[in-house]
């Protein structure tokens, strides 16, 4: 069965310093990894998305995750942190039925 | 660009009451799913429906719980006699097929008193 687990539950960083939020998963075959954003009392918005094509994959808003098959793992990377970027953020895998199974989220706060 | 919407934004409703919450998907999308986030927990899957039948559906997905496309734009789910573990935000999405990518909408709040 797929799953993912995100490593941090919460992550705090200045602003304008890099930001890295960490998953990994488990499956049994190639998966599709998706990260989502939450901000405070809106609905998912889905930042990228890896389905096999290039490893590393860039999202919006300045972020890319890349996927490291030895490692089973799909970071969320961004060089410089905005103010903006506070949200809650979750690291998806997708499983063979295309329904999507969830990490529990890490909370990213953004210090001025 | 095209959204999914869902209404009403929150929901408040007695223990044992019927409620439903709409959807309603992107127009050229085929899959429809319902999600749901109780609060400080995950978000889990509860179903999938495509030509107008559920796909698949999770254990939390019992007798309680329904869903319909009743016309050609809205997805609901009817939650027959609610819980007060009910309570959660529940979040509906839809793809395309054959395109993996999910887009959901704002979610409803819904809150069992």
């Known amino acids: 069965a797929q799953s993912v687990t995100q490593l941090d539950s919460h992550v705090s960083v200045s602003e304008g310093t890099p930001v890295l939020l960490r998953c990994n998963y488990s499956s049994s075959y190639s998966p599709s990894l998706f990260w989502y954003v939450q901000h405070p009392n809106k609905g998912l918005q889905l930042l990228l998305k890896?389905?096999?094509?290039?490893?590393l994959v860039k999202g919006i808003n300045g972020f890319e995750a890349e996927f490291k098959k030895s490692e089973t793992s799909f970071h969320l990377t961004k060089p410089s942190a905005h103010m903006s970027d506070a949200a809650e953020y979750f690291c998806?895998?997708?499983?063979?039925?295309?329904?999507?199974?969830f990490g529990s989220g890490t909370r990213l706060l953004v210090r001025p | 660009e095209p959204e999914v919407t869902q209404t009403p934004s929150h929901q408040v409703t007695q223990m044992g009451q019927e409620v439903i919450l709409r959807c309603v998907p992107i127009?050229?999308?085929?899959?429809f799913y319902w999600y749901r986030q109780i609060l400080g927990q995950k978000v889990e899957f509860l179903v999938s429906f495509y030509n107008n039948e559920i796909s698949e559906k999770s254990e939390i997905f019992d007798d309680q719980f329904s869903v319909e496309r009743p016309d050609g734009s809205n997805f609901t789910l009817k939650i027959r006699s609610t819980k007060l573990e009910d309570s959660a935000m529940y979040f509906c999405a839809s793809s395309v097929p054959f395109n993996n990518e999910q887009f959901f909408g704002p979610g409803t709040r819904l809150t069992v008193l």
């Open positions: 127009s050229n999308h085929l899959y």
């Open positions: 890896y389905t096999s094509a290039a490893t």
């Open positions: 998806v895998v997708m499983d063979s039925s295309y329904k999507l199974i």
